[in-house]
């Protein structure tokens, strides 16, 4: 169903981690689907997703690369799952000062899943392609429009003057152009 004027499509990836083998398929993928010029070269460190494994206890979890966040969290906390004890950290898709998960490894620059947006368009994003278990699986739904939840102008600028403050212009302005050509 196409959005019309009161709606919009909402793009989801759902994770069913019970079919998740820990391949690592769609962490190759996707560093591949972003690589300048694209597939040129395949690299992990700078994938958008990101699989948690524990091999001992057969238990892998993808997260996706959520938004930049300049300051660490308050609330840590640890979870047990089948007996075994992550931090919250484990599961948190933020690339943040605390640590260096989803940081572009020759800029610096923060990394997020872009849900492979292109043009032409992809089908489904590449990661979902390549998941051979159906641990990813891609969705569209319509939801309500939100006009007060529509992006403001000064909000772009804030974001981009507190990565120019961490950064420094020239590292912006280089990932800026290698996002364009993408
Ligand atoms: S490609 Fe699928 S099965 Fe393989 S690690 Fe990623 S989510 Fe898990
Ligand atoms: S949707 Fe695209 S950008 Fe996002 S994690 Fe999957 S492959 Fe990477």
Do not use: W
Not at 9 to 24: H, Q, S, Y
Not at 134 to 139: G, Q, S, W
Not at 159 to 170: A, H, M, T
């Amino acid at each position: 169903m196409k959005a019309g004027p009161t709606t919009k499509t909402v793009k989801e990836i759902k994770v069913d981690i019970d079919k998740c083998t820990g391949c690592r398929a769609c962490e190759m993928a996707c560093s591949a689907y972003h690589a300048h010029p694209r597939y040129s070269s395949i690299n992990p460190a700078k994938s958008r997703i990101r699989v948690v494994a524990d091999e001992i206890n057969d238990e892998y979890v993808p997260i996706r690369a959520g938004d930049y966040t300049p300051s660490e969290c308050n609330g840590r906390h640890i979870y047990t799952i089948n007996g075994k004890e992550y931090s919250e950290c484990s599961f948190c898709g933020a690339s943040c000062p605390s640590r260096d998960y989803f940081v572009e490894p020759d800029s610096g620059l923060p990394l997020k899943c872009d849900m492979c947006e292109s043009v032409p368009p992809l089908e489904e994003p590449m990661c979902v392609q390549v998941c051979g278990t159906d641990a990813l699986t891609y969705v569209e739904r319509e939801v309500e429009r939100d006009e007060k939840l529509q992006p403001k102008r000064g909000q772009i600028e804030i974001g981009l003057e507190s990565l120019v403050n961490q950064y420094g212009i020239e590292a912006v302005t280089e990932s800026l152009k290698q996002m364009s050509k993408a």
